[in-house]
């Protein structure tokens, strides 16, 4: 029976790494190759790990090397846990990569402020693309961006879609309303009072189709054309909540959006109405993508965030 005294945390690891390669290998020349030295560099190495195990470990024969019983041992001994050890090393490599990577995203410009920006906590390098659901699935699709966070479902085969939770649209104000009234009447569920007083107050909207008013009076009023007046058209819903907040008036917005502003007693909750429905949140990526092994800890940023 065979005894070896290993003492790993007292040996140099690269002689263990390239004891495994020239045992893998058969071959001096090979797994210099492998590890990017310089043959004497390996045979220097393997006879450094010989003096310190005290048995020879190979033998040279005219194609190379064969490894001695000793040499047998000694591998099942430490093969596993080296593997174990390269394994995490990889990983720690691969996330340091990715971190530093240049990342494509793209999103909605109006949920950058709330969604967007928290992936500069996650990446170094990070260029950002403004643009909508259809466009956003093209642009990922194409291989043009890596990432995109979008509010539509999209079933194809080449990308995949993480749910990150979901948002709402909902109605706010600015603080110098007085709700007591129009709250009564939604309670009340008085709704013909509560559209008559809505369309009294000015209106912010981020673009003068009022797609988000329209959706809102579709669902909860049950009427295509709402009959409010767009006071004010900011191109983003972000800066149009912080003009607002300086202002007087009312909007529909994601909720995302006015969670920070609602908090600091900025702006204040008129209408979160039980009628509109929530929309789903995803991560979209190509299948196979180099960035997928980090896709996992983007959807787990980014949901902490929707659903917090």
Do not use: C
């Amino acid at each position: 029976m065979f005894v070896i005294n290993i003492f790993i945390t007292m040996v140099n690891l690269e002689w263990y790494r390239t004891f495994k390669s020239v045992y893998k290998n058969g071959n001096f020349s090979l797994a210099a190759k492998e590890l990017f030295i310089s043959q004497p560099a390996v045979s220097q190495q393997i006879s450094m790990l010989e003096a310190h195990v005290g048995y020879k470990l190979f033998t040279r024969k005219s194609k190379g090397v064969e490894p001695t019983e000793y040499a047998k041992l000694l591998n099942n001994l430490i093969i596993e846990a080296l593997d174990r050890l390269e394994s995490v090393e990889s990983g720690f490599r691969e996330k340091a990569f990715n971190a530093n990577k240049l990342v494509s995203v793209g999103i909605s410009k109006h949920l950058f402020r709330s969604i967007g920006a928290k992936l500069l906590l996650k990446f170094d390098f990070i260029d950002f693309n403004y643009a909508e659901n259809d466009e956003l699935f093209n642009l990922v699709d194409s291989k043009k961006i890596d990432f995109a966070i979008v509010s539509k479902k999209y079933d194809t085969f080449d990308t995949i879609q993480k749910g990150l939770g979901t948002i709402k649209q909902i109605i706010i104000g600015s603080n110098d309303l007085d709700l007591k009234s129009v709250i009564k009447d939604i309670k009340n569920k008085n709704y013909t009072n509560v559209e008559l007083w809505l369309n009294r107050q000015k209106w912010y909207n981020y673009d003068a189709g009022i797609p988000h008013v329209k959706l809102f009076w579709l669902y909860v009023f049950d009427k295509k054309r709402p009959s409010i007046v767009s006071n004010y058209i900011i191109p983003s819903e972000s800066e149009m909540l912080n003009a607002l907040a300086d202002n007087s008036g009312v909007s529909v917005v994601w909720d995302i959006n006015a969670k920070q502003l609602l908090q600091e007693n900025k702006i204040q909750l008129v209408w979160n109405s039980s009628k509109m429905p929530q929309t789903e949140v995803y991560l979209l990526a190509r299948k196979n993508d180099t960035l997928n092994s980090i896709l996992e800890d983007v959807k787990n940023e980014l949901r902490s965030l929707i659903l917090r």
